[in-house]
C-alpha cells in the first residue's frame, strides 16, 4: 500500500516531534529535597533532547479527587492536560509514614480524568519513580508503593527506580545534586523515562498510528 503525501507528513511530523516528559512531585514547602531531586531527573531528560513539565509541590495543592470535570479547578485541569499529554512521567514523593504522601496520592488520583480519549489512564507510559526519606527503610517502602500506583494505572515502571536518602547538605543553593551516586541515580530515571518514551513513538510511528 502506497502512503499519501499527507499520510507521509503525518508520519514525520510525529517522528520530530519531542517526546514530552512531565514530571510530578514535591511538597508544599519550597525547595523541597523531593522536588530538587525531581528536577534533576527532568534536566537529564532535557540534556537528552525531551521537552519537560515539572508541576512541583505548590502546583499539585489541588482540591480532594471527585469525579467529573464539574469538580476541577484551573490547576487539576492544568494536571489533567499534561497527564494526557505526556509521552514519559516521572512521579517524586517524600516517604511519609513509609508510604507516599497524601499530597500525590491526590494528584494521581486525577488520572481517574484521563481515559476515553485515545488512551486509558497511564497505558504504553513510561513512569520513572523517585523516593525521598530520611533513611532506607522509609524509601524503600515508599518506592514499592510508588511501584504498585504506576502498575494499576497501567504505567510501564522504569526498571530503575532511585531510592534517595535525603540531608540538608545534599543540594546546594542551586538544586544541584552534591553527592554523585545520588545524582547518577536521579539522572538514569530521566533518560529510561525518555528511553522507553522514543521507543514507544517509534513504535507507533511504525504502527501508522
Given at each position: 500500500?502506497?502512503?499519501?503525501?499527507?499520510?507521509?507528513?503525518?508520519?514525520?511530523?510525529?517522528?520530530?516531534?519531542?517526546?514530552?516528559?512531565?514530571?510530578?512531585?514535591?511538597?508544599?514547602?519550597?525547595?523541597?529535597?523531593?522536588?530538587?531531586?525531581?528536577?534533576?531527573s527532568l534536566a537529564a531528560a532535557a540534556a537528552n533532547g525531551?521537552?519537560?513539565?515539572?508541576?512541583?509541590?505548590?502546583?499539585?495543592?489541588?482540591?480532594?479527587?471527585?469525579?467529573?470535570?464539574?469538580?476541577?479547578?484551573?490547576?487539576?485541569?492544568?494536571?489533567?492536560?499534561?497527564?494526557?499529554?505526556?509521552?514519559?512521567?516521572?512521579?517524586?514523593?517524600?516517604?511519609?509514614?513509609?508510604?507516599?504522601?497524601?499530597?500525590?496520592?491526590?494528584?494521581?488520583?486525577?488520572?481517574?480524568?484521563?481515559?476515553?480519549?485515545?488512551?486509558?489512564?497511564?497505558?504504553?507510559?513510561?513512569?520513572?519513580?523517585?523516593?525521598?526519606?530520611?533513611?532506607?527503610?522509609?524509601?524503600?517502602?515508599?518506592?514499592?508503593?510508588?511501584?504498585?500506583?504506576?502498575?494499576?494505572?497501567?504505567?510501564?515502571?522504569?526498571?530503575?527506580?532511585?531510592?534517595?536518602?535525603?540531608?540538608?547538605?545534599?543540594?546546594d543553593a542551586d538544586g544541584a545534586c552534591?553527592?554523585?551516586?545520588?545524582?547518577?541515580?536521579?539522572?538514569?530515571?530521566?533518560?529510561?523515562?525518555?528511553?522507553?518514551?522514543?521507543?514507544?513513538?517509534?513504535?507507533?510511528?511504525?504502527?501508522?498510528?
Open positions: 500500500m502506497l502512503s499519501t503525501p499527507a499520510a507521509k507528513s503525518a508520519i514525520t511530523e510525529r517522528s520530530e516531534r519531542r517526546p514530552f516528559i512531565l514530571g510530578i512531585g514535591g511538597t508544599p514547602r519550597e525547595r523541597s529535597s523531593t522536588e530538587l531531586a525531581l528536577r534533576v525531551a521537552g519537560t513539565m515539572l508541576l512541583g509541590g505548590r502546583d499539585l495543592l489541588l482540591p480532594l479527587y471527585q469525579p467529573g470535570p464539574e469538580h476541577q479547578t484551573p490547576q487539576s485541569r492544568r494536571l489533567v492536560d499534561a497527564l494526557r499529554r505526556c509521552d514519559g512521567l516521572v512521579i517524586a514523593s517524600p516517604s511519609y509514614h513509609g508510604a507516599m504522601s497524601g499530597l500525590i496520592k491526590n494528584a494521581l488520583d486525577y488520572t481517574e480524568e484521563v481515559r476515553g480519549a485515545g488512551r486509558t489512564y497511564l497505558d504504553g507510559i513510561a513512569v520513572g519513580l523517585i523516593a525521598c526519606a530520611g533513611g532506607s527503610q522509609g524509601a524503600g517502602q515508599t518506592l514499592a508503593a510508588l511501584r504498585g500506583v504506576a502498575h494499576a494505572l497501567r504505567g510501564w515502571p522504569t526498571p530503575f527506580g532511585a531510592a534517595i536518602c535525603t540531608t540538608p547538605m545534599l543540594f552534591l553527592d554523585l551516586k545520588t545524582a547518577a541515580q536521579l539522572e538514569l530515571v530521566g533518560r529510561q523515562v525518555l528511553s522507553f518514551a522514543r521507543m514507544n513513538m517509534a513504535a507507533g510511528d511504525a504502527a501508522g498510528r
